[in-house]
C-alpha cells in the first residue's frame, strides 16, 4: 500500500504570468496528511487560502482559473501536473499575485524543483478512486469525445486534430505517473498564429514570449507580418522554419503539442480532489472540456463514496505471499484454509486473495442447485488474511500462535457470493494491538463490489 507524500522542504519558482505579464513569485510548502492541494494570495488581506477544486473554477480561456471569495489565481494547471506526476499529495501554493509563472510554458521548472528538495513519505495512506465503469463526456459543439475507463493504474491517450498541416493529427500515450517526468514534463504550451492577435488585443499573453510557447505558423508569412510580430514580442526580427514554428524553435518531441494536452488533463482532473486509477481516453481536449469532465468524474464519486481506496486485483502481478507461506503461518488446512494468496501488506492493513470455486465441499449442502459461498466463511476468510498480517508481524512462521475469534459486530452482507468469483479481501488495524488483542476493519470485495464488512476482534495466543 501507498502512503502520502508531501515536499521535505518549501522551493521557490519566479517567473513571469502568461496572460497577466506580472512578475509572479510562488512558493510551494509542505503540507500535513489529507491536506490536499491548496492555493493561498499572500498579497491578498488575510492571506486567503483555498482549495484547488474543480468548483472553484471560473474561467478556462487559455488556461484554468480558479475563484473563491474573491480571491483568484489563473494558469493552475502546471503546478498542479508537476505535483501529481511526481508523487505529491499535499502542498500549499502561495502566490503574490494571481497568476502562476509559466516559465518555458512546461511543467519542467516544477518538476526540477520538486526533485531538487525531494519528498517525504507520511503516516496515512493514500486514498484512490478507482473508476468501476465508463465515465464518458461529449463536446459535440467542440467536437470533443472524453472517457474514463476502470484500470489498476492512471494510465492517459490524448488525440489531436486541428486541421492542422503542421500538426497533422497526434496522439499521445501515459501508461504511468512514473513516466511523467520524462515524458510529459519538458512539453510547452503551443498556440496558432492566427490566435495570437486576438489574444494580444484582448489582454491576454502580456507575458506571452517566445521562450515560453510554441508558435504553429500554417501559412507563408510577408516580411510586413514577421515584422509586427517581432515589435509584438519586442525581439530584433522573428523567422519561420519550414515546418511552421516561429522563430526556428525546436521541438522536444514531434508529437509535444499532443503531450502537453496530456499535461493540462493531468492538471486539470487534479481538480477532482483524489487521485484516481483509470484509463483515461482524450480526444481533442481543452480546458473547459477537462474541467466539465472533472465534474462528472467528482459526481460520480460523490455518488460512490464506498468506492474510495477499493483495492484493485491484477493477476498478473506477483503474490505477496503465497498459500505455501500462508499455510506455514496460519493452522488451517483443507478444507478450511480459505486465503489464496497475499496480494498488499503493511503494518496496519493487509489484502487477500480467496478464489471460489464449485469445487469445495460446502456447495454441496449450501445450497443444492443453488450454490453460494456462505456468509459465515466470508468472516472467516477476512478472520484468516488479518492473521496473516499479525502472525507476520509476530515473528513468523518461526513463532508458533494462532488467533481466536473474540467479537464480530456491524456483519452486513450485500451480496451473493457464488463459484467464479474471487474475493478481494481488506482487512485494516483500528486500534494498536495490546495484550494479544486485536480489533480490525474487514471489507471483502468481488471486483469493485463490496459484499460483505465487519469489525472483527480475535486474540493472539501462543500455540501448545
Known sequence: MQNQHTLKEEFVVEGVGLHTGLSSRMTVKPAPPGFGFKFQRVDLPDEPMF???????????RGTTLEYNGAR??????ILAALTGMGVDNAIIQLNNEETPIMDGSAQAFVEAIEKVGLEEQNAKKIYFSIDENIAFTDDEKNVEMVATPSTDYKITTLIDFNSNVLGTQHAYLKSLKEFKKEIAPCRTFCFLHEIEFLYNNNLIKGGDLDNAIVVVDRVLEKSELDKLAKMFNKPNIDVKQEGILNNLKLHFSNEAARHKLL????????IGYPIKGNIIAYRPGHKTNVEFAKNIKEHIKKNKNMLDVPVYNPTQPAIYDVNYIAQLLPHRYPFLLVDKIIELSDNHIVGIKNVTFNEPMFTGHFPDNPVFPGVLQLEALAQTGGVMVLNNQGGPEKKYDTYFLKIDNARFKQKVVPGDTLIMKMELTRPIRRGICEMKGTAYVGNKIVCEADLMAQIVPRT
Open 51 to 61: 482549495k484547488a477544486d474543480v468548483d472553484y473554477v471560473v474561467d478556462t480561456s
Open 264 to 271: 493540462d488533463i493531468i492538471g486539470d482532473l487534479a481538480l
Open 73 to 78: 489565481v489563473a494558469t493552475v494547471e502546471h
